[in-house]
C-alpha cells in the first residue's frame, strides 16, 4: 500500500448521517425544465399530478427553491439500518493499475436490495403511508428498484404492486422471489391485466416488454384503484433530492480526511445515483465556490446524453405520463439487450440534462465488455463484485487513472459504486464464457426513433 495514514473505510458517525437533503435546484441558475400536461402543453400543475403521485413528493418535485429539505425522523430512523455507506479508497486497485491518482469509492451495495435505490423508496413509501394510502404501484427493470420498494412498503405495511419488465421477470426469478418475500405482487409487463397492456401485447404480440410499457401499466393501475399512487425510483426530481444523501456523507467523509475530488464519476440510467452523488459538488460549483470535473458514464447501446436530443418527450410508451424535457433517444427507442438492467430507459433526469445542456458536467458511453473487464479487475483486487451498472462508473475511473500513470498526476478520483451484482450471474457467466457483444444503435435507428418526438413549442 502507499501510504498507511488515511483509512481504507470512512464511517461516519451515526450522528453524521445528514438530517436534511440537499435540493441542487435552488442553486441553479437555469432551472430544469418543467413538466408538460401531455395533452395541453402546459406546465403541469399539482393538482394535475395528484391523482398519480403523492401530494408532499409533488411539492418536492416542483420545489426549485428550498436548498434544504428535512429528513422525516421516520426515514432517518431506517437509514440507520443502513447508512452511513462508506467511503472506501481503493488502495488495492490503485496499486493494480500502478497509479499515483487517489481512487475512492462510496458504496452503496450494503443493504439487501444491494443499490442505492433503497435511499428513495423509503421516502417515497413514508409519504405514501403519511398520506394514508392503501398501496402504491412501480414498474421495475432489472429488479433492484422493485426489490427497494418492497422493502419500503413491507416496513411501513403499505401494499406494492410491481409491474417487471417480462424478460427481467423471466431472466431472474430470484429477484422476483425477493420481492415476493417482502409481500409485494409482481407481474410480467406487458401484461393482460391492464388496458395499455393488452393493447401493447395485441400490437406486438411476443414483446419481451421494456421500462416504458412497464410505467404505463403501473400508472394505470395507480389511478384506477382507490387508495393507490405511482412511484418512480430514477428520472424524477424528488428521487435526485432523496439520492443527495450520497453526495452529502461522501463531502462530509472527504471533508474529514482533507481531501478535495477532482474528478466525480458516476453511471447513468435515469441519473438518481449520479445526481445524488454529485448534489454538494455541483453546489459548490454552481454557487462558485470550488471546481470539479463530473463525468456522467452511459453504455453505448443506450447512449441518451452523447447521442440523444435535448428535447421535450413522453416517459413511458403508452403516452400517458407527463412531458419532460431531457437527452432522449425517443420513447419508443427500444435499446438492445444490454446487460446492466438499470441503465436502459430512453431518457434521463431533466436537472442533469440541464446541467450537461449548460456544460456544468460531461457524458461519456462505454461498450459493454469492456465494463465487464473493469467488473472483473475490480471483483478480483477490491473483493465486492460490483453491478453491471456500476461497473460502467468502474470503466471509466480506471480509464482516468491510466491517463494519470501516463501524466504522473495525482488526481483524486471518486466514483459512485451503486450496487452489487449477484443477481447479474446471467451477464458474468456470459462475459466469462466470451459470449458478450454488445449492440450499438446505429444514427439512423435514433434518428427513425427522434423522428417521433412530441411537437412542442417552446
Ligand atoms: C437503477 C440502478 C442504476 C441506474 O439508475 P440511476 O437512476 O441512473 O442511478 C445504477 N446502478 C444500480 C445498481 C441500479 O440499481
Known sequence: MKENKIPYKTYLDESEIPTKWYNVRADMKNKPAPLLNPGTHQPMKAEELAPVFCEELIAQELNNTDAYIDIPQEIQDFYKMYRPSPLIRAYFLEDALGTPAKIYYKFEGNNTSGSHKLNSA????????????????????????????????????????????????????????????????????????????????????????????????????????????????????????????????????????????????????????????????????????????????????????????????????????????????????????????????????????????????????????????????????????????SSHAIRVAIDEALKCKETGEEKTIVFGLTGTGYFDMVAYEKYNDGEMSDYIPTDEEIAQSLANLPVVEE
Open 122 to 389: 423509503i421516502a417515497q413509501a413514508y409519504y405514501a403511508k403519511k398520506q394514508g394510502l392503501k398501496g402504491v404501484t412501480t414498474e421495475t427493470g432489472a429488479g433492484q428498484w422493485g426489490t427497494a420498494l418492497s422493502m419500503a412498503c413491507s416496513y411501513f405495511g403499505l401494499d406494492c404492486k410491481v409491474f417487471m419488465v417480462k424478460v427481467s421477470y423471466e431472466q431472474k426469478p430470484f429477484r422476483r422471489e425477493v420481492m415476493r418475500t417482502y409481500g409485494a405482487s409482481v407481474t410480467p409487463s406487458p401484461s393482460m391485466t391492464t388496458e395499455i397492456g393488452k393493447k401493447i401485447l395485441s400490437e406486438f404480440p411476443g414483446t419481451t416488454g421494456s421500462l416504458g410499457c412497464a410505467i404505463s401499466e403501473a400508472v394505470e393501475v395507480a389511478t384506477t384503484n382507490e387508495g393507490y399512487r405511482y412511484v418512480l425510483g430514477s428520472v424524477l426530481n424528488q428521487v435526485l433530492l432523496h439520492q443527495s444523501i450520497i453526495g452529502l456523507e461522501t463531502k462530509t467523509a472527504l471533508d474529514k480526511l482533507g481531501e478535495k475530488a477532482d474528478i466525480i464519476i458516476g453511471c447513468a440510467g435515469g441519473g438518481s445515483n449520479l445526481g445524488g452523488l454529485i448534489a454538494p459538488f455541483m453546489g459548490q460549483k454552481l454557487r462558485g465556490e470550488a471546481d470539479y470535473r463530473i463525468i456522467a458514464v452511459e453504455p453505448a447501446s443506450c447512449p441518451s446524453f452523447t447521442r440523444g436530443k435535448y428535447a421535450y418527450d413522453f416517459c413511458d410508451t403508452g403516452m400517458v405520463c407527463p412531458l419532460a424535457k431531457m437527452y432522449t433517444l425517443g420513447s419508443g427507442f427500444i435499446p438492445s439487450a444490454n446487460h446492466a438492467g438499470g441503465l436502459r430507459y430512453h431518457g434521463m433526469s431533466s436537472i442533469l440534462s440541464q446541467l450537461y445542456a449548460d456544460g456544468l458536467m460531461e457524458a461519456t458511453s462505454v461498450e459493454q465488455t469492456s465494463v465487464f473487464e473493469a467488473a472483473e479487475q475490480f471483483a478480483r483486487v477490491e473483493g465486492i463484485l460490483p453491478a453491471p451498472e
